[in-house]
């Protein structure tokens, strides 16, 4: 039986109706880390596919990016905690490198900044959308990004001690405004960025990046 104690990090990947892509996205977690699983209220046999696949699944009630996200970290048990899409937009065996700053002490959160490979693997609403984000991320705190992305890594006890409170859309945001303010030393690493599997919930369309923004907006207020 693999002893999760033992992991090397723990990968938490909130899903909602992700079945076509599980598959591609367990089979790419790396050696060393975990896959945890947060279930969203899926009604595909997302969850059963993915403890069949040898994840470990965790049911998380209230909907919302922010909540799934959370009810991971919660369950994460190892000192290195990775966040990652689960719609196979991202690939997870990128985690490894992404967590290398942080394990070597270079820095405190490292988020990767996506590159699309392919037309239409991010639509240019949500990239309109990112940028004025970033851009008004660093008149709050100073801290230069160029994406918010979903997939970033820090240690697991820091992260609980930012005392994250946002459970919709402006969870990934509010973890880098407070990570700022309690001083950390933030980073980006560039991955690719591929067309995601199954319909997007959030940013594939403009309704979901209205919703996303407005979320994120309120974090920074």
Request: proline residues 5%; positive net charge.
């Amino acid at each position: 039986m693999y002893d999760f104690r033992a992991a090397r990090g723990d990968i938490v990947l909130p899903c909602l109706d992700e079945a076509e892509a599980l598959p591609w996205v367990l089979g790419r977690v790396p050696d060393g880390w975990r896959a945890v699983v947060v279930d969203n209220g899926s009604t595909d046999g997302s969850a059963e596919l993915a403890r069949g696949l040898g994840a470990t699944v965790v049911t998380e009630e209230r909907r919302g990016f922010g909540a799934a996200c959370h009810a991971g970290l919660l369950a994460a048990t190892a000192e290195l905690v990775a966040f990652c899409d689960c719609d196979a937009s991202l690939d997870p065996g990128e985690v490894p490198r992404i967590a290398r700053p942080v394990e070597e002490g270079e820095a405190d959160l490292v988020l990767a900044r996506r590159r699309p490979t392919a037309r239409g693997a991010w639509p240019v609403h949500a990239r309109v959308g990112n940028l004025a984000l970033a851009r008004m991320l660093r008149r709050r705190t100073g801290v230069r990004l160029r994406d918010l992305g979903p997939l970033r890594v820090a240690r697991r006890q820091e992260l609980l001690e930012l005392g994250l409170t946002d459970r919709r859309s402006g969870y990934p945001l509010q973890m880098v405004v407070r990570a700022a303010d309690a001083g950390w030393r933030v980073r980006e690493e560039e991955v690719d960025y591929r067309p995601r599997s199954g319909v997007s919930k959030v940013t594939g369309t403009w309704r979901g990046t209205w919703h996303a923004v407005t979320d994120m907006r309120a974090v920074l207020r």
